[in-house]
């Protein structure tokens, strides 16, 4: 992370934070074990090639479902409000261990999930996506949007055991800490506005916004801090992952959480 910093901010501006790195008493030894666990929970894995997705109908429909899944807004504009694609939350086309995967959800579902107070179908917890990251709306059942989603959804799990959770799946686990915004704003201009923009607004498609009118609302799950932390901590920035400590990723979260986020207001959603 350190030659990242060089890079960008000069030797001098390095100098000052090394020093204040060696006062605060980081903890990245735990977040270099915690991504080599990840990483080495799921190396037996390797992501299916596209080259084998089937010809005819059910190969169209995955592959509509990838298009979909990549650049939401552009293969599901009707049902998208913000400029938030899947792929934004779920790294490299959800096959990321650590990065939300995709990889064996599937046959996951249906599962009780204690938000709704009610079990739940996989097209459901699609459906919750498209309402809260994507501040739109609900996509029916039998649309080719859903329809490609879960196929492509299950293409990618195709050899993994029903029932049995991706190694990878989910977050990487990090210790309950509290974030302090004012440190959250400094990491934020050194490590993610050269990427995300000082105002949050990013570059859409390529770069999401992460606070405003084109980012997630306040009902999605990114709006929660531990889980954004834990998807700062071994995913950003893209040119240096696993580089900030827990405390930081929690700062950094702290301080996007305080930024403006469309309120989810679900009656508008449906």
Known sequence: MIRAIVARC???VTILLAFGILLSGRTSGFASQNAREVADSAKTWTAPDRATIPEGPLGDSIRLGLRVFNDTPKFAA????NKMS???CHIASGTVAGGIPLVGVPGMFPVYRDREKAVVTFEERIEQCFQRSEHGHRVPNDNPIMVGLVAYAQWLSKDQVTGHPFP???LVKLP??????DRGSEIYSLQCAQCHGAEGAGN?????AVWGPNAYDDGAGMNDIAKMAAFVQHNMPKTDPDSLTPQEAYDVATYINSKPHEPFIEKEHQ
Do not use: S, T
Request: hydrophobic share 25%.
């Open 10 to 12: 000069g030797l001098a």
């Open 176 to 181: 309950e800490l509290n974030g302090d915004r």
């Open 204 to 208: 859409p498609p390529a770069i999401p």
């Open 168 to 170: 990878g799946r989910g």
């Open 78 to 81: 009707q049902y998208v409000g």
């Open 86 to 88: 899947c792929g934004h």
